[in-house]
C-alpha cells in the first residue's frame, strides 16, 4: 500500500520568502507523485506532477518540486511567497502501472503568508 | 470545456438518513472516482466507477454506494448516516488510460449529520 507524509500540518512565510513543503511517500517502485492546492471551501486543484524523466518539475503559480528517489520526497518550493497562496497544499501518490488511478493523499500542510 | 461539477454544494441531514450526492465529469472523461475529506484530513478514497461499473474501492463500509449513468455522471448514495460521515465529498474524472490517470476535482459537498 502507498502511503504519504507530510511534515508540518502548518508553515509561515513573510511574503516574499522562500516556501518549502515536505513530503516523503513509501514504495517499493517510485510512483507517480501529484501536488494539490485547496483554497477555503473549494476542491482540489493540481499545481503539478512528476511521471517519469525529469525529476525537476515546474508547475503554475511558480510552483516547482523535486523527485528524489533515494531520499523517497518530493518536497514542494517556490522561491517568492504571495498573499495568494495561503490555502492547504496535499501531496498525493499514484500506483506507477494501476490503470485504477487512485490517489493517496498525505494529510495535507497549511500554508499562511504573513505580509 | 466544462470542468467537474458537484451538487448540492452544502447538506445537512440526520443520523440514519440516507443521502444522495450528483457529479458531472468533465467533457470527454470516462471514470469518476469519489472521496471523502474529513475536518483536517486528507481525501480518501471511496470507490471508482469505469464503465457504469465499480472499478475499485477503498476501506468503506457497503453503505456507501455508486452509480455511474451513460453520459459518464456519477451518483453517490450513504445509507444509514453516522456522525462520523459529516464531511466534504469530493469527486473527481479523469479519461482512463493505460499511463498517469490524471484527477479533475470538483468543488465538493460538504455533507453535515447531526
Known amino acids: 500500500a502507498q502511503s504519504v507524509t507530510q511534515l508540518g500540518s502548518h508553515v509561515s512565510v513573510s511574503e516574499g520568502a522562500l516556501v518549502l513543503l515536505r513530503c516523503n511517500y513509501s514504495s517499493s517502485v517510485p510512483p507517480y507523485l501529484f501536488w494539490y492546492v485547496q483554497y477555503p471551501n473549494q476542491g482540489l486543484q493540481l499545481l503539478l506532477k512528476?511521471?517519469?524523466?525529469?525529476?525537476l518539475v515546474k508547475g503554475i503559480n511558480g510552483f516547482e518540486a523535486e523527485f528524489k528517489k533515494s531520499e523517497t520526497s518530493f518536497h514542494l518550493t517556490k522561491p517568492s511567497a504571495h498573499m495568494s497562496d495561503a490555502a492547504e497544499y496535499f501531496c498525493?501518490?499514484?500506483?506507477?502501472?494501476?490503470?485504477?488511478?487512485?490517489?493517496?493523499f498525505g494529510r495535507g500542510t497549511q500554508l499562511t503568508v504573513w505580509p | 470545456e466544462t470542468g467537474v461539477t458537484q451538487s448540492p454544494t452544502h447538506l445537512i441531514k440526520t443520523r440514519g438518513q440516507q443521502v444522495t450526492l450528483r457529479c458531472s465529469s468533465q467533457?470527454?472523461?470516462?471514470?469518476v472516482s469519489w472521496y471523502q475529506q474529513a475536518l483536517g484530513q486528507g481525501p480518501q478514497f471511496i470507490f471508482q466507477?469505469?464503465?457504469?461499473?465499480?472499478?475499485g474501492r477503498g476501506n468503506f463500509p457497503p453503505r456507501f454506494s455508486g452509480l455511474q449513468f451513460p453520459n459518464y455522471s456519477s451518483e453517490l448514495n450513504v445509507n444509514a448516516l453516522e456522525l462520523d460521515d459529516s464531511a466534504l465529498y469530493l469527486c473527481a474524472s479523469s479519461f482512463k488510460t493505460t499511463g498517469v490517470n490524471e484527477q479533475f476535482f470538483g468543488p465538493g459537498t460538504r455533507l453535515t449529520v447531526l
Open positions: 467533457s470527454g472523461h470516462n471514470t
Open positions: 498525493a501518490v499514484s500506483e506507477r502501472g494501476s490503470t485504477l488511478g487512485r490517489l493517496y
Open positions: 466507477y469505469y464503465r457504469e461499473e465499480e472499478n
Open positions: 512528476y511521471t517519469s524523466a525529469a525529476t
